[in-house]
Nanobody
Framework: QVQLVESGGGLVQPGGSLKLSCAAS????????MGWYRQAPGKQRELVAV???????KHGDSVKGRFTISRDNAKNTVYLEMSSLKPEDTAVYYC???????????????WGQGTQVTVSS
């Protein structure tokens, strides 16, 4: 079965930086779009960023200019670099493998278990 394992979460001060990693296994990694979702208690799940198999990226408005998604196909790993972190970025961050369509829709097919990011003084 497909496995996605996130790492790199933790506690960081506002304005700080953090880099999340997601290692994929048992998947034809380079054929998939990869995405990051986040969910905070009591809030809707939010798509943070997507990177397609061709390397095109899209970032949610709330993180644009602060977060950057990237991938290393040789390592079967997708990353989320986060900077200028705000308390409202606090959430569980989930890695996904899925499909991107010509209308820019992203559909996740597989989910990781998530990693907690807490932004607080």
């Amino acid at each position: 079965q497909v496995q996605l394992v996130e790492s790199g979460g933790g506690l960081v001060q506002p304005g700080g930086s953090l880099k999340l990693s997601c290692a994929a296994s048992r998947i034809r990694f380079s054929f998939y779009s990869m995405g990051w979702y986040r969910q905070a208690p009591g809030k809707q799940r939010e798509l943070v960023a997507v990177i397609t198999s061709s390397g095109s990226t899209k970032h949610g408005d709330s993180v644009k200019g602060r977060f950057t998604i990237s991938r290393d196909n040789a390592k079967n790993t997708v990353y989320l670099e986060m900077s200028s972190l705000k308390p409202e970025d606090t959430a569980v961050y989930y890695c996904n493998a899925g499909r991107s369509f010509s209308d820019s829709t992203y559909v996740p097919d597989y989910w990781g278990q998530g990693t907690q990011v807490t932004v607080s003084s």
